[in-house]
Structures are given as structure tokens and as C-alpha cells.
């Protein structure tokens, strides 16, 4: 089970639910379960959103699996110049 931190960015889609727990084993599937919970929130996840499993930045994370009790946050792109 991970338990997935949601900012402020994302909670227009769940209300305002900062924290979930998801049982995934890949990225991917952890952003299927989190559309289905949250109708929307799949394709903001799927464009240009970093993911940080454990504290470890994943830039194309879609494949990557997830560890039991992973703590996973999604952050936004930063553009840069």
C-alpha cells in the first residue's frame, strides 16, 4: 500500500484530500486507481508531472514500480532557462 500525497494543486479534483492510500504496484496503475477516485486527476497526472517515490525524483515515472508502504508525491513540472 502507498500512501500518496496530493498538494494543493491536485486537490481541486479530491476535495481537498491532502493524503490517500493506494494499492498499486506500478505508477501507473496508482494513477488509474487515483482517477477512478478522483475523476479528473488522471490526466493532470499524466502530463508533465515529476514523481518523488520515497524521496527519490522519477522524471517518466509511468513503468516504475512501487515499493510496499512507498511514500509517493507528485510534483509539477518547473521550466526552466
Known sequence: ??????????????G???????QAATVRALIA????RFPGVGDQLRS???????GEIIADATYE????DAEVHFLPAIGGG
Open 33 to 36: 486507481e487515483l482517477d477512478r
Open 16 to 22: 481537498g484530500v491532502e493524503e490517500v492510500d493506494v
Open 65 to 68: 514500480p512501487l515499493p510496499e
Open 48 to 54: 508533465g508531472i515529476a514523481v518523488a517515490i520515497d
Open 1 to 14: 500500500m502507498a500512501r500518496v500525497f496530493l498538494g494543493s494543486a491536485l486537490q481541486r479534483f479530491t
